[in-house]
């Protein structure tokens, strides 16, 4: 009877000790639309990339889509990429382009979720589509201070890691609101109007701060760590108005699919997003 209970406390004491030199499998929470904050995760926004034109008729029925999500879910993140005969074309769009349509011409609209994620035509009848992919427990949080003055622009992107990452690479834009041109329009959307005069177009990508396809992050990304990514650029000389600059920062993961994102107003000081 002691020789068994000895043998006993013998395995016991083994698989104790052999624990210790496993791996140890984080609880990741639910990310879904639905699942209740999580004390230590943050807010989970979804980044829509919107490549359109001026010139593009049909674009509109993207524009449309994205004012239908944002009525219904405030953790929106938007981009408008212009391209073509457009005053507002950003003239970096090729390695985008050839990210997400390798093998195809970009023929307009084209709209991304979360930089890779197909947003089905017709967007607008497909909104939830977009708001399923927000939620409250994202494994990283984004906050951005920044200030512009003498014609330059300072920017700080704080990001911090509830649970453990790797090979993430950091995508950071600027932005400029308030730009107004006509826009045509072949949808039935806006009136059936078209063209649409003195059109108000927000969001429009001016600037990549970083490499437009994210660059790396060296530091520590482990669960718990945070780190800060400083810029100091002088306003881009195709900014209109400086009043109406903004700012995109998201992170991508190996797939370059966007883990999270935040848009930030210009002298904007943010705190993050985290669950109490």
């Avoid at 003239?91 to 997400?100: D, E, T, V, Y």
């Avoid at 306003?235 to 400086?242: D, E, G, L, S, T």
């Avoid at 109406?244 to 935040?262: C, K, T």
Wanted: aromatic content about 10%; charged content about 15%.
């Amino acid at each position: 009877m002691k020789k068994s209970f000895y043998l006993s406390l013998f395995f016991l004491s083994a698989l104790l000790t052999s624990c210790g030199d496993t791996n140890v499998v984080e609880n990741i929470p639910d990310g879904s639309l639905d699942t209740p904050p999580i004390s230590g995760y943050f807010k989970k926004r979804v980044l829509i990339e919107d490549y359109t034109g001026t010139w593009c008729g049909n674009c509109t029925r993207v524009s449309y889509a994205i004012e239908q999500v944002k009525a219904q879910n405030d953790k929106v993140v938007t981009v408008a990429i212009h391209n073509g005969n457009d005053p507002f074309h950003f003239a970096g769009i090729a390695p985008l382009k050839n990210l997400i349509l390798p093998n195809s011409p970009l023929a307009l609209p084209v709209s991304r979720l979360n930089r890779m994620i197909v947003w089905t035509f017709p967007e607008p009848t497909n909104v939830q589509e977009a708001i399923n992919l927000t939620g409250n427990n994202s494994g990283l949080g984004i906050a951005m201070n920044s200030s512009i003055e003498n014609g330059n622009i300072n920017l700080d992107v704080n990001v911090k890691f509830a649970l453990n990452y790797t090979n993430l690479k950091l995508v950071v834009y600027l932005l400029e609101d308030e730009l107004v041109y006509f826009q045509r329009n072949y949808t039935t959307y806006y009136d059936n109007v078209n063209p649409i005069t003195n059109y108000v177009h927000n969001h429009v990508l001016r600037a990549s701060m970083t490499n437009i396809l994210g660059e790396t992050i060296s530091g520590n990304t482990s669960a718990g760590s945070s780190f800060t990514k400083n810029f100091s650029i002088p306003i881009p000389a195709n900014v209109a108005n400086p009043a109406n600059i903004s700012f995109v920062a998201f992170l991508v993961g190996d797939d370059n699919i966007a883990l999270n994102a935040r848009a930030a107003e210009a002298n904007e000081s943010q705190e993050f997003e985290e669950n109490p």
